[in-house]
T-cell receptor, first 115, second 116 residues
Framework: QKEVEQNSGPLSVPEGAIASLNCTYS??????FFWYRQYSGKSPELIMS????GDKEDGRFTAQLNKASQYVSLLIRDSQPSDSATYLC???????????????FGQGTTLQVKP | DVKVTQSSRYLVKRTGEKVFLECVQD?????MFWYRQDPGLGLRLIYF???????EKGDIPEGYSVSREKKERFSLILESASTNQTSMYLC???????????????FGPGTRLTVL
């Protein structure tokens, strides 16, 4: 059973701090990694994609990927109360050398940014 | 921007009714997916489709069927709704195969279905 693991939280950080969200995955064949943000009662919104080892930055968001450790993280700098949401980690469901187009989602980490 | 729309935001149905949930995407995506999301269980894949008239079972297909007669439209059908199908239903679509980032899934706004 392929799995994506996240700490459910809640992770509470003060406004202006760095929030660090972590995710591990079980399938070594996975090649695509995503972070989605989901506000309460709303649908998931794609905020970051990463495909290569290392860091990828987009504004206040940085995704970090370490395929050897099967670990992907999301850093949110200068956290704002509007960042309070559930963050879902997703990896592609690879089958052998192929790619099914499906994603495996973690259960999400709830982030609370306190003013 | 990718736009995925779903026919209803909120829906209330009675046990035994046949329920249709519609999803439309406007980006000529080949791949479309239906999920349900429940507290503590996360996102679970019900069915997906790689092309018109093609469908594949996901992890929890029981009690559901799908239809994809046109590329832009993917319908989820609850043949005989039951109370345990009360959930948030989410549709997603992805770019065509071979394009960079083809497996980035874009979600519709969701339909919150209540079965009484």
């Amino acid at each position: 059973q392929k799995e994506v693991e996240q700490n459910s939280g809640p992770l509470s950080v003060p406004e202006g701090a760095i929030a660090s969200l972590n995710c591990t995955y079980s399938d070594r064949g996975s090649q695509s990694f995503f972070w989605y943000r989901q506000y309460s009662g709303k649908s998931p919104e794609l905020i970051m994609s990463i495909y290569s080892n290392g860091d990828k930055e987009d504004g206040r968001f940085t995704a970090q990927l370490n395929k050897a450790s099967q670990y992907v993280s999301l850093l949110i700098r200068d956290s704002q109360p509007s960042d309070s949401a559930t963050y879902l980690c997703a990896v592609n469901d690879a089958q052998g050398s192929g790619n099914t187009g499906k994603l495996i989602f973690g259960q999400g980490t709830t982030l609370q940014v306190k003013p | 921007d990718v736009k995925v729309t779903q026919s209803s935001r909120y829906l209330v149905k009675r046990t035994g009714e046949k329920v249709f949930l519609e999803c439309v995407q406007d980006m000529d995506h080949e791949n479309m997916f239906w999920y349900r999301q429940d507290p503590g269980l996360g996102l679970r894949l019900i069915y997906f489709s790689y092309d018109v008239k093609m469908k594949e079972k996901g992890d929890i297909p029981e009690g559901y069927s799908v239809s994809r007669e046109k590329k832009e439209r993917f319908s989820l059908i609850l043949e005989s709704a039951s109370t345990n199908q009360t959930s948030m239903y989410l549709c997603a679509s992805t770019h065509s195969w071979g394009r960079e980032g083809f497996d980035e899934q874009f979600f519709g706004p969701g339909t919150r279905l209540t079965v009484l």
